[in-house]
């Protein structure tokens, strides 16, 4: 684990800071941070001289625990601050860093001649952004960069596995990257699956609308009593998520302000033609409706047919199409990790999402959306656990705000990427090359919801065609609001069960599920049966949406970041408890699908009926 390499690093600088103490102005190099090259990465090549690199170093934020503790108290449906949501004001004072945190790094600046106008910094100050050569970087940081190649892929970029800061900037400074971020975000960790070998959908669809045996033609759900059309264990289209689901509410309280957002990375582009197509067939109503597009960072629109993304379109389509008509928003996010030198692309960024989270975190309150899905994530362990730390703080940040952070939770099971679960090696990346379950980040981070997914109708289970990322953070510890759920899965387990395999006291994900199998799509022109934990993520974020809709008409407040209400005791008969399959990784059978929370489905699917009446 990453642990052991976090505290070697902690016990080498203290014990050296009486040394450094002697030249408090520029201080001897130290070790900040260190890794080991991931696994499948081998060093490539030198970096051109001139190489720009876009350097984010983030400073320490004292008070976030008083940010924490205002988080929990305004997201628990049972304490009297429920909905009492934090301003962008009151945020960016809770996460400022100490003066002497702001002059020590700005002296440290000042000593390598930088000026002011040559760094940006965030609203709160936590975070500077500098523009550099990498040869100047190498100098900062006392360090060497290389091009490093992903073996498989092809794939590089530009790291080292070490950096170094005066000793007397340790207190001063959390994280700086890219330095030794090794993560290459990835659509729900995988490519989507497309399933066309599936009989023709259209005429399944067809069928289900047109025969005189259309009342024959349901199941019940055994758990929850929803009567849904047959055709739904075959294609999930909205009117089967809304059957499925117990989803009957008209939206009432629409503004002309996005209340649901869609993130898009990696050149994933949402097309109107396609929405268009869709709407025809799904949601005739919403058909000349569309969604407002924002650029973040440089992301383009391109409205090509051909260019139309997969997973654009499926998180656009569902979301939007369960929601409407509540307008949204997709956010378009340049930057593409993996980084490729020897195009002329002269910077490498490679953190798209810090990028949109700076974005978003920097609008005002009224203009975010209160209901976002991410579809993208990647292995806990290749995200530095310091980085992990500061942007799953960033996603507190957009809870006590009063915004709902969802995440798919990926669709390798307990496994790694590799996309043959038989042949996945599960290799920790801390030199020791022990054998792990590997979680997913940003899944396991506290302050979002994951979202497993599920298939088939009556009953559902969890879904198999992939395996629905589930497991337990090694960086993250286990939250208060799912302690009592999560240990008793883990104690019914047998004894010795995967012991030294994953961390039973880490944040455990998914939270809940939704359907993830066999979504009708249109995508370039055509219909297609898509599926991926990638779906269960936009459909539960169309439900948080309604909901909100129904609180704002009420003069409620968003519900927010979810967690403590989805784990409370008030909504207990909320979730359709999943109890079948399991999510097989890393040359093991996984975990299963239990009574209760387990870590293949969380609590189970939603009832938004049942929901709504507690909620709104
Ligand atoms: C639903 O589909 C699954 C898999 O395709 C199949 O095994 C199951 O029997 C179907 N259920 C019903 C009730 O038709
Ligand atoms: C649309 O995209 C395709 C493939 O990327 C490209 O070949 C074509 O020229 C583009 N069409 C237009 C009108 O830009
Ligand atoms: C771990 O694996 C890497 C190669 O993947 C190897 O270079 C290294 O020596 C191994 N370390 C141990 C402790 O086995
Ligand atoms: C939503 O409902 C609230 C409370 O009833 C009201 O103040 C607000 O104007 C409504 N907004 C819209 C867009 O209808
Ligand atoms: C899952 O269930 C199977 C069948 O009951 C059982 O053999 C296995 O031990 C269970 N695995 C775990 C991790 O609970």
């Known amino acids: 684990m990453r642990l052991s390499v976090g505290l070697l690093v902690v016990a080498l600088s203290s014990s050296f800071n009486a040394f450094a103490l002697a030249d408090p102005g520029r201080g001897r190099f130290h070790v900040k941070e260190a890794v080991h090259v991931p696994r499948g990465w081998v060093e490539h090549a030198k970096p051109a001289p001139d190489h720009t690199i876009v350097l984010r170093i983030g400073l320490p934020q004292p008070n976030f625990p008083v940010l924490e503790k205002h988080l929990y108290e305004v997201s628990d449906p049972e304490h009297g601050r429920y909905g009492d949501h934090l301003s962008k004001e009151e945020v960016e004072d809770l996460v400022r860093p100490h003066p002497d945190s702001l002059e020590a790094v700005n002296k440290w600046l000042v000593s390598h001649g930088f000026e002011e106008t040559d ?256 579809s993208y994530g990647d292995d806990e362990q290749t995200v530095p656990r310091s980085y992990a730390i500061r942007t799953c703080n960033q996603f507190a940040q957009l809870g006590v705000r009063g915004v709902s952070v969802i995440f798919s939770s990926g669709d390798w099971g307990v496994g790694d990427g590799n996309p043959d679960p038989a042949t996945q090696e599960c290799i920790t990346n801390d030199g020791t090359n022990r054998t792990r379950f590997i979680p997913v980040y940003p899944a396991s981070c506290p302050f979002v919801t994951a979202i497993g997914g599920t298939e088939n109708i009556a009953p559902e289970v969890a879904v198999s065609r992939f395996p629905s990322g589930g497991g337990f953070s090694d960086y993250f510890p286990q939250p208060l609001y799912q302690l009592v759920d999560v240990q008793k899965y883990v104690a019914a387990l047998p004894k010795g069960t995967y012991k030294n395999l994953y961390n039973p006291l880490g944040r ?107 909620v709104v």
């Open 119 to 374: 760094i940006a910094r965030s609203p709160a100050q936590d975070w500077i952004t500098l523009r550099l050569p990498v040869v100047a970087v190498e100098k900062l940081l006392d360090t060497k960069y290389s091009v490093y190649k992903h073996i498989d892929s092809g794939d590089t970029l530009v790291r080292t596995t070490s950096y170094s800061l005066p000793a007397e900037l340790h207190d001063h400074i959390d994280v700086i990257q890219p330095t030794t971020m090794f993560g290459r975000l990835k659509s729900a960790r995988s490519t989507l699956l497309f399933n066309d070998n599936d009989e023709d959908d259209t005429v399944a669809l067809s069928k289900a609308k047109t025969t005189a045996d259309n009342i024959a033609a349901t199941l019940t759900n055994q758990v929850s009593g929803a009567v849904v059309d047959a055709s739904c264990n075959r294609t999930i289209t909205i009117k089967c998520l809304q059957q499925l689901y117990n989803v009957n509410y008209t939206p009432q309280n629409v503004s002309t302000t996005p209340q649901i957002g869609i993130t898009g990375y990696l050149e994933q582009f949402a097309n109107v033609q396609d929405l268009t197509s869709f709407y025809t067939e799904q949601k005739p109503e919403a058909v000349g409706t569309s969604f407002t597009y924002v650029s973040v960072n440089g992301g383009e629109n391109p409205q090509n047919l051909s260019q139309s993304g997969a997973e654009a379109a499926l998180d656009v389509q569902f979301a939007f199409g369960l929601a409407y008509p509540i307008p949204g928003v997709f956010w378009s996010t340049a930057g593409r990790p993996p980084f490729k030198p020897d195009t002329s692309t002269p910077t490498n960024t490679n953190e798209p999402y810090a990028d949109w989270l700076d974005y978003v975190l920097s609008q005002k309150d009224a203009d975010i959306p209160k209901s976002i899905s991410t």
């Open 508 to 614: 455990a994900f998914p939270d809940v599920s939704t359907q993830g199998d066999r979504y009708r799509i249109w995508l370039r022109g055509i219909a297609r049966s898509i599926g991926g934990t990638s779906a269960s993520s936009p459909a539960f974020a169309g439900l948080i949406a309604l909901l909100n809709d129904a609180r704002a008409a009420k003069g409620k407040k968003s519900l927010g970041f979810l967690n403590p209400l989805i784990y409370s005791a008030k909504t207990r008969g909320v979730w359709n408890d999943v109890t079948v399959g399991k999510n097989p990784g890393c040359g093991t059978q996984g975990f299963n699908a239990t009574k209760g929370w387990d870590p293949v489905t969380g609590l189970g699917t939603p009832n938004f009926g049942k929901l709504f009446d507690i």
